[in-house]
């Protein structure tokens, strides 16, 4: 876990203009992910959580709109290890286009209804590919890969020779690459996308490549976007409740698998969901969100021992153990406050045990109370 | 929130005496209905046996009510199994069923009126605060999230321009239609030989009689004798446009003389006077200012006297002399001022017979609207019921609906309309209507059957919760509504289709022979000039397009709006 | 599910639908005229009657009667038809006409489907805004026009007008200006023959500028159809998950909407093109006595008034035929875009 921050949402606020009212969905929320971490976000449903992914891609629709705040990505090249600084939420949309998919990623909930269902699985891979990234060595590669093929295949001499210059003069070109026709960077481009189904461990990737959604599972399915996920490389892969809609055991091999590859390609990941196993087996780094805000944030292990936000606290003790034996299931009393009028404040204060008159008046700040723990909240908890 | 809505308490007497009526009204339903419906019936087979008996014009006028009626009724049958009980949903199936059934009867004349005061009676009853206990609470329950997005739906509707316009433009074409008699300038079959295919705006070039009628009593009962009456008329320009001179008319006629054997003079006298100077004189002093004048003694007097051909002002006046009073004495008086004048100018022309296009089109309007507001409610009605039994209670009813349905598409509508106007053989607007109901009823059995099926599926769930729920209850509270948004848009969208295609129909020529306004027909006169009289299917057609453009407009807005997955709240 | 599979089953359900379709149209002429009729003409010789009603089996039960008329339908005897003078059989009158009507129909379709689906695009992602609405008025005109007005007032615009003001006009009826130009049909579709077989280029140019009127005054209807399930498809489209995804893999606006929203909306357009097609079939009764064009519509108004029986019915058979074939292709079409069809 390094101390580099790869993203860092300060104060980021997000409306939605509604015939009902103005919802308040994002009211201050700060959020720090550092380079190499599984950062989890952890939240009831109607939190926010969903709209903060949006909202670092810019796909937040009308009628909803980034109203204040800011998105800071670092962006860092894999190989010069070059940082470039930049706004997400005041960007340039076309700008944007070159982040999507290829800096950040995001993997949905649904595999059902996320992919074309009209595309061939590979072909989906393939387009993002496309767009991002300079085949023109790839192109080479797979020039030579098919010439030195054809050389293991016993052939005269005379075209022997003529084979092997051709694989001489491709590995020639390999510094200052041509441009490449469109049918050879097609080609390469399903070469990569087998790769990285082979990398999300699919089954029969050569085949999978030209099957529609329709035909696969859906863990494989859930596989395969992930696969179109991480093509580019990229520097941050946002996974919005990619495991809730799986079943238990295909959940456990995906939240493997993300960790695995995050260690063979380096990409520094953001698990959103509301269920904390999810959280414990896989991030290290917590954030807690209530309404619209961060509540807390801290290192998952400090999290789970000593929570400082009372709601953190309701929420773990709310989550039924194993070992302990109970009559009733504890619960948070009350309910989520309504977003176009939400309380004034603190907005956790109507349903906490602890709150003063000053959490009715003025909304806590997201502070450092402990090193290396932020709380948002006039009267943390102190064990 | 609930106790100014409720009593506190039940009240066991009224909602037993509401019950009662209801079985009261039901019964009156099933025998009118049926009496109407299986009358039909029975003078059909009659005939198919040979028996040429036709059906008095009543059961032949009613038949499709009475149907309605039937199946209404029938539905009222089972909700008042429920009102019994104090179920509250079957109150609420009620108050649908009676307003459907206000609709109905209120098409039906007096005997409509008959059940509309039952019908009144009973919702009376029904929202008396002791019987309103019993369902009105869950009722509101029910329906708040419906009047809901019936609000937010009006109010994405006027957002919308579109519908706006469409409303608007339907609202005044619909006024026009009505409004026909007072607007028109002509009648609608009339036709002036003189005014062949003029451009618009021409003046006509025939003339016509009008009579003015300056006094007109039927028993002019003299009490007093002498009696007399005066009167002061105004030649005025108007009377005065033409060539014709204008005359004045006096009758007086009908005489009896009752009991009494009097002798009465009638002496009639016209005057170069105006009113005051006519006051100011002695009776001598006006024989001076004397223009015409003609009496008989007990016997009708009926003259003409032709007036001056320029502008003045003269008094006349009608004496009734006789020897003694006399109270059983009367007769007719009529004065009649007779002028010429010209036809009205004609606005946008005239067509190849002399008629007006102006006034054509809006009398058009009348039958082009009737027939589209006929034939698509008619339409709806019929299809809707067997499209909801299909999809409702499935099985080999299903089927054979299905199937029925797919050989009626598999004709073009046009296609299918000519072949059944030609089957019934006469050709008039009427035909046309009954052919275009039969063309169009599959479309809205498969859209309610639609419906009904994906209902149907969400409900059986909710059934099993609501042990007791009865099919009726089910149908009407919850599958009803949900039916009716599509309807909707399909039934506005048909208004112009329908209209469409009649026009298309008459233009053919399975309209009636000559002579009804009709746009359709207008337009098959003008197309043989199109070259040099351009305007007379240059109205009609506009009129045909402004009016189904208009219900297009509102029918795709009202879509768009309802369509949950563009709603945006 | 192989696609021949999908095929075949999609002509066995046809079938069924013919049988009604005949059905109902015999029982149909059986109803509103004299089935005699059907078989004779004015000049058919009084002796020869009796031997016709023997053939037919008109004095026989109906259930014969319709045996009767099936066999005969399928061996290509489809009655004869009176009005066109020469009392040609039935058959040879559709093929004589079928060829004009055709070629007028898939030209409507075509200028329908190539106006129609990017109006329709554009109107879905510019909702609400001033394009939207004036492509909506654009298209609600299309459907709220009475098609034989249209038609009158385009010939007496395009056609009378122009020549008064000395502009270039359309020419106002026909396929082609027969004065100048030579055509001994070979196939009857004149746009193919005037290239392949007559190897001449002016008559072709003609043959479309005769085509252009008719032809839009045909398809608009069919344009206002297109562009508003295309308007409605896409607007579905777009709400859905997969655009979300397309959008987040950084593709541009223009290839998110214009490749993978519009394959899917292509789908529901594609069946609403395939019904709209008997629509056209009803546009060319009108059309074609409105252009004087020599096809199946002029013919079929004309039998109607004159009430030729076996004219009407060979007419409603074909249509009917014409629909069934259709509504196929279209199925077909249906299976090739939507993989999910192809597999069951």
């Known amino acids: 876990m390094s101390d580099e921050l790869v993203l860092h949402v300060k104060d980021l606020h997000v409306n939605f203009y509604t015939y009902e009212g103005v919802v308040k969905a994002l009211d201050g929320v700060d959020m720090f992910l550092r380079r190499g971490d599984t950062m989890g976000v952890v939240g009831e449903t109607g939190c926010g959580k969903s709209v903060t992914a949006k909202a670092i891609l810019r796909l937040v629709e009308a009628p909803g709109k980034i109203e204040d705040g800011a998105i800071v990505f670092y962006d860092q090249d894999f190989e010069t290890k070059e940082t470039i600084e930049v706004d997400l939420a005041t960007l340039a949309p076309e700008r944007m286009l070159d982040?999507?998919?290829?800096?950040?990623?995001?993997?949905?909930?649904?595999?059902?209804?996320?992919?074309?269902?009209?595309?061939?699985?590979?072909?989906?891979?393939?387009?993002?590919?496309?767009?991002?990234?300079?085949?023109?060595?790839?192109?080479?590669?797979?020039?030579?890969?098919?010439?030195?093929?054809?050389?293991?295949?016993?052939?005269?001499?005379?075209?022997?020779?003529?084979?092997?210059?051709?694989?001489?003069?491709?590995?020639?070109?390999?510094?200052?690459?041509?441009?490449?026709?469109?049918?050879?960077?097609?080609?390469?481009?399903?070469?990569?996308?087998?790769?990285?189904?082979?990398?999300?461990?699919?089954?029969?990737?050569?085949?999978?490549?030209?099957?529609?959604?329709?035909?696969?599972?859906?863990?494989?399915?859930?596989?395969?976007?992930?696969?179109?996920?991480?093509?580019?490389?990229?520097?941050?892969?946002?996974?919005?409740?990619?495991?809730?809609?799986?079943?238990?055991?295909?959940?456990?091999?995906?939240?493997?698998?993300?960790?695995?590859?995050?260690?063979?390609?380096?990409?520094?990941?953001?698990?959103?969901?509301?269920?904390?196993?999810?959280?414990?087996?896989?991030?290290?780094?917590?954030?807690?969100?209530?309404?619209?805000?961060?509540?807390?944030?801290?290192?998952?292990?400090?999290?789970?021992?000593?929570?400082?936000?009372?709601?953190?606290?309701?929420?773990?003790?709310?989550?039924?153990?194993?070992?302990?034996?109970?009559?009733?299931?504890?619960?948070?009393?009350?309910?989520?406050?309504?977003?176009?009028?939400?309380?004034?404040?603190?907005?956790?204060?109507?349903?906490?045990?602890?709150?003063?008159?000053?959490?009715?008046?003025?909304?806590?700040?997201?502070?450092?109370?402990?090193?290396?723990?932020?709380?948002?909240?006039?009267?943390?908890?102190?064990? | 929130m609930e106790t100014e809505v409720q009593s506190n308490y039940g009240n066991e007497t009224m909602a037993k005496l509401l019950s009662i009526v209801q079985v009261i009204f039901i019964m009156a339903g099933f025998l009118f209905g049926g009496v109407i419906f299986f009358g039909y019936l029975a003078y059909g087979i009659q005939g198919l046996f040979g028996v040429s008996l036709v059906a008095p014009l009543i059961v032949r006028e009613l038949i499709l009510q009475s149907l309605i009626v039937l199946v209404l009724t029938f539905f009222m049958l089972r909700a008042n199994q429920g009102v019994t009980e104090h179920i509250p949903d079957a109150y609420g199936t009620s108050f649908y069923l009676y307003i459907f059934m206000t609709i109905v009867y209120a098409t039906m004349g007096t005997i409509g009126l008959i059940f509309l005061i039952l019908i009144v009676f009973q919702l009376l009853?029904?929202?008396?605060?002791?019987?309103?206990?019993?369902?009105?609470?869950?009722?509101?329950?029910?329906?708040?999230?419906?009047?809901?997005?019936?609000?937010?739906?009006?109010?994405?509707?006027?957002?919308?321009?579109?519908?706006?316009?469409?409303?608007?433009?339907?609202?005044?074409?619909?006024?026009?239609?009505?409004?026909?008699?007072?607007?028109?300038?002509?009648?609608?079959?009339?036709?002036?030989?003189?005014?062949?295919?003029?451009?618009?705006?021409?003046?006509?070039?025939?003339?016509?009689?009008?009579?003015?009628y300056l006094f007109d009593e039927k028993t002019h009962n003299p009490d007093v004798m002498p009696d007399y009456l005066y009167q002061e008329i105004e030649v005025t320009e108007d009377n005065l446009v033409t060539v014709e001179i204008p005359e004045l008319f006096i009758g007086v006629s009908e005489l009896t003389t009752g009991t009494d054997a009097v002798s009465v003079n009638i002496t009639f006298r016209v005057y170069s006077l105006d009113l005051e100077t006519y006051d100011s004189m002695t009776p001598s002093q006006?024989?001076?200012?004397?223009?015409?004048?003609?009496?008989?003694?007990?016997?009708?007097?009926?003259?003409?006297?032709?007036?001056?051909?320029?502008?003045?002002?003269?008094?006349?006046?009608?004496?009734?002399?006789?020897a003694q009073k006399t109270s059983t004495w009367s007769c007719y008086t009529r004065v009649v001022l007779a002028y010429f004048t010209f036809y009205p100018d004609h606005i946008w022309g005239t067509d190849n017979y002399g008629g007006d296009i102006y006034s054509r089109i809006i009398w058009g309007a009348q039958e082009d609207l009737r027939i589209a507001l006929s034939v698509v409610l008619v339409a709806l009605a019929?299809?809707?019921?067997?499209?909801?039994?299909?999809?409702?209670?499935?099985?080999?009813?299903?089927?054979?609906?299905?199937?029925?349905?797919d050989i009626f598409f598999a004709f073009p509508g046009l296609v299918l309309a000519m072949a059944i106007v030609m089957a019934i053989g006469v050709r008039s607007l009427g035909t046309i209507s009954i052919a275009l109901m039969i063309t169009w009823w599959p479309t809205y059995a498969r859209l309610v059957r639609g419906q009904v099926l994906s209902e149907r599926e969400k409900l059986y769930i909710e059934a099993a919760r609501s042990s007791g729920a009865s099919d009726t209850r089910i149908l009407f509270s919850h599958i009803l509504p949900n039916t009716i948004q599509p309807v909707i848009v399909q039934a506005t969208m048909d208004f112009g289709s329908v209209l469409l295609v009649a026009a298309g129909l008459s233009f053919i020529g399975f309209g009636p022979p000559v002579g009804t306004a009709e746009w359709g027909m207008m337009i098959a006169r003008g197309q043989d000039f199109i070259l040099s009289s351009p305007w007379m299917t240059l109205y009609p057609g506009l009129a045909i397009l402004v009016t189904a453009l208009a219900f297009n407009l509102v029918g795709d807005g009202i879509r768009d709006i309802m369509d949950p997955k563009l709603r945006r709240r | 599910m192989k696609l021949r599979d999908f095929i075949l089953r999609r002509l066995i359900l046809a079938i069924p639908v013919i049988f009604g379709v005949l059905t109902i149209t015999w029982f149909l002429s059986y109803v509103v005229g004299d089935p005699l009729a059907m078989y004779i003409t004015e000049r058919t010789p009084d002796e020869a009657i009796p031997g016709i009603i023997a053939a037919r089996g008109l004095d026989e039960p109906?259930?014969?009667?319709?045996?009767?008329?099936?066999?005969?339908?399928?061996?290509?005897?489809?009655?004869?038809?009176?009005?066109?003078?020469?009392?040609?059989?039935?058959?040879?009158?559709?093929?004589?006409?079928?060829?004009?009507?055709?070629?007028?129909?898939?030209?409507?379709?075509?200028?329908?489907?190539?106006?129609?689906?990017?109006?329709?695009?554009?109107?879905?992602?510019?909702?609400?805004?001033?394009?939207?609405?004036?492509?909506?008025?654009?298209?609600?005109?299309?459907?709220?026009?009475?098609?034989?007005?249209?038609?009158?007032?385009?010939?007496?615009?395009?056609?009378f007008q122009f020549s008064q003001w000395n502009l270039p006009y359309?020419?106002?009826?026909?396929?082609?200006?027969?004065?100048?130009?030579?055509?001994?049909?070979?196939?009857?579709?004149?746009?193919?023959?005037?290239?392949?077989?007559?190897?001449?280029?002016?008559?072709?140019?003609?043959?479309?500028?005769?085509?252009?009127?008719?032809?839009?005054?045909?398809?608009?209807?069919?344009?206002?159809?297109?562009?508003?399930?295309?308007?409605?498809?896409?607007?579905?489209?777009?709400?859905?998950?997969?655009?979300?995804?397309?959008?987040?893999?950084?593709?541009?606006?223009?290839?998110?909407?214009?490749?993978?929203?519009?394959?899917?909306?292509?789908?529901?357009?594609?069946?609403?093109?395939?019904?709209?097609?008997?629509?056209?079939?009803?546009?060319?009764?009108?059309?074609?006595?409105?252009?004087?064009?020599?096809?199946?519509?002029?013919?079929?108004?004309?039998?109607?008034?004159?009430?030729?029986?076996?004219?009407?019915?060979?007419?409603?058979?074909?249509?009917?035929?014409?629909?069934?074939?259709?509504?196929?292709?279209?199925?077909?079409?249906?299976?090739?875009?939507?993989?999910?069809i192809r597999f069951g």
């Open chain 1, 99 to 383: 982040i999507r998919g290829n800096r950040i990623s995001i993997v949905f909930q649904d595999p059902a209804t996320y992919p074309n269902p009209v595309f061939r699985i590979g072909d989906q891979i393939a387009e993002v590919i496309q767009l991002h990234q300079d085949l023109a060595k790839d192109v080479l590669y797979m020039k030579i890969a098919k010439l030195e093929f054809s050389l293991s295949q016993n052939i005269s001499g005379d075209d022997r020779a003529e084979i092997e210059g051709k694989i001489a003069y491709y590995r020639e070109q390999l510094d200052n690459p041509p441009e490449p026709d469109k049918k050879s960077i097609r080609e390469a481009a399903k070469l990569k996308a087998i790769e990285m189904l082979r990398l999300v461990r699919m089954p029969a990737p050569e085949q999978v490549v030209n099957q529609y959604p329709h035909e696969l599972s859906g863990g494989m399915r859930q596989r395969a976007l992930i696969a179109m996920s991480l093509a580019c490389n990229p520097s941050i892969l946002i996974c919005d409740e990619a495991t809730t809609a799986l079943d238990v055991t295909v959940q456990a091999q995906v939240l493997k698998l993300l960790n695995q590859l995050k260690s063979e390609i380096g990409t520094s990941i953001i698990v959103i969901t509301h269920d904390m196993g999810v959280v414990a087996e896989t991030c290290n780094w917590t954030n807690v969100m209530y309404a619209g805000t961060t509540v807390e944030s801290c290192a998952t292990e400090r999290l789970f021992a000593k929570p400082l936000h009372p709601y953190t606290d309701g929420l773990l003790t709310a989550v039924p153990k194993l070992h302990e034996e109970k009559v009733r299931l504890p619960q948070i009393r009350g309910s989520v406050p309504n977003l176009i009028t939400p309380p004034l404040g603190c907005r956790f204060h109507p349903r906490c045990d602890h709150a003063t008159s000053v959490c009715k008046e003025q909304k806590p700040k997201l502070e450092q109370l402990e090193p290396g723990h932020w709380v948002a909240c006039h009267n943390p908890l102190q064990k």
């Open chain 2, 125 to 212: 009853l029904m929202f008396l605060p002791g019987v309103r206990y019993y369902w009105f609470a869950e009722f509101v329950e029910d329906t708040r999230p419906r009047v809901k997005e019936t609000r937010f739906t009006l109010h994405l509707i006027r957002k919308s321009p579109l519908v706006v316009a469409g409303i608007i433009i339907i609202t005044f074409m619909t006024g026009i239609a009505l409004a026909a008699p007072w607007i028109t300038t002509y009648a609608g079959d009339e036709m002036v030989f003189d005014d062949v295919r003029l451009p618009p705006g021409s003046p006509s070039a025939d003339i016509k009689q009008i009579y003015q």
């Open chain 2, 286 to 322: 006006r024989l001076s200012h004397l223009y015409a004048n003609a009496s008989v003694v007990d016997a009708s007097l009926l003259e003409y006297f032709q007036l001056p051909d320029e502008e003045g002002t003269f008094v006349w006046e009608l004496q009734f002399i006789a």
């Open chain 2, 382 to 405: 019929f299809g809707a019921v067997i499209g909801a039994s299909s999809g409702y209670y499935g099985g080999k009813l299903d089927e054979l609906v299905m199937r029925v349905t």
């Open chain 3, 62 to 159: 109906l259930v014969v009667q319709y045996f009767l008329y099936l066999t005969a339908l399928f061996q290509g005897d489809w009655g004869v038809s009176t009005i066109t003078g020469a009392d040609q059989p039935v058959l040879t009158v559709l093929a004589r006409l079928f060829p004009a009507t055709i070629e007028l129909s898939i030209f409507a379709m075509i200028i329908a489907i190539v106006l129609g689906i990017p109006l329709g695009i554009i109107s879905a992602t510019k909702k609400d805004k001033v394009a939207d609405h004036i492509t909506r008025v654009f298209a609600l005109t299309g459907v709220s026009m009475p098609i034989f007005w249209f038609g009158l007032m385009l010939k007496y615009v395009l056609f």
């Open chain 3, 170 to 340: 359309l020419p106002g009826g026909d396929r082609y200006s027969f004065r100048r130009y030579d055509w001994t049909p070979t196939t009857g579709f004149l746009l193919f023959d005037s290239l392949v077989f007559e190897h001449n280029p002016g008559l072709f140019m003609d043959a479309i500028i005769h085509l252009i009127m008719p032809g839009f005054c045909l398809g608009y209807i069919t344009l206002a159809i297109i562009t508003r399930m295309m308007r409605s498809s896409m607007l579905e489209v777009i709400k859905e998950d997969y655009i979300t995804l397309a959008r987040s893999k950084g593709l541009s606006e223009r290839i998110v909407i214009y490749k993978h929203a519009l394959r899917n909306a292509l789908i529901p357009t594609v069946t609403v093109i395939g019904l709209a097609f008997g629509g056209l079939i009803t546009g060319a009764v009108l059309t074609e006595t409105i252009f004087n064009w020599p096809g199946l519509g002029r013919w079929a108004t004309q039998s109607i008034l004159n009430s030729d029986i076996a004219a009407i019915n060979g007419f409603t058979l074909l249509v009917a035929f014409i629909f069934v074939t259709a509504n196929f292709i279209v199925d077909m079409i249906y299976g090739v875009l939507d993989p999910r």
